[in-house]
């Protein structure tokens, strides 16, 4: 079971940048890989990237080349670095375990790229 906090949402115009951060907590195999989810009204929840203990790192497509996942073990934090935003990333994102995550979802943090 995988227990997180995200924060760093917000609003922010279209090309621009922002850090999302989630602090997790949980068993050592629920935590080995961690993820960023997001869920934008009416589409299914999508895995944005992830992100192993050793730093092997994965994206979506949709995000290839303009996000970076990274994690720092000794704070139990990882982050989504998101630049050249676009209205299509709006969306709440979670954080949770990368490859079986946990039935129970955090608040998540909104996203909203608009001008």
């Known amino acids: 079971q995988v227990h997180v906090v995200e924060s760093g949402g917000g609003l922010v115009q279209p090309g621009g940048s922002l850090r999302l951060s989630c602090v997790f907590s949980?068993?050592?195999?629920?935590?080995?890989?961690m993820g960023w989810y997001r869920q934008a009204p009416g589409k299914q929840r999508e895995l944005v990237a992830r992100?192993?203990?050793?730093?092997?790192?994965m994206y979506a497509d949709s995000v290839k080349g303009r996000f970076t996942i990274s994690r720092d073990n000794s704070k139990n934090t990882v982050y989504l670095q998101m630049n050249s935003l676009k209205p299509e990333d709006t969306a709440a994102y979670y954080c949770?375990?990368?490859?079986?995550?946990?039935?129970?979802w955090g608040q998540g943090t909104q996203v909203t790229v608009s001008s």
């Open positions: 949770n375990g990368g490859s079986t995550p946990s039935l129970y």
């Open positions: 949980g068993s050592i195999a629920s935590i080995y890989t």
């Open positions: 992100i192993t203990y050793g730093g092997n790192k």
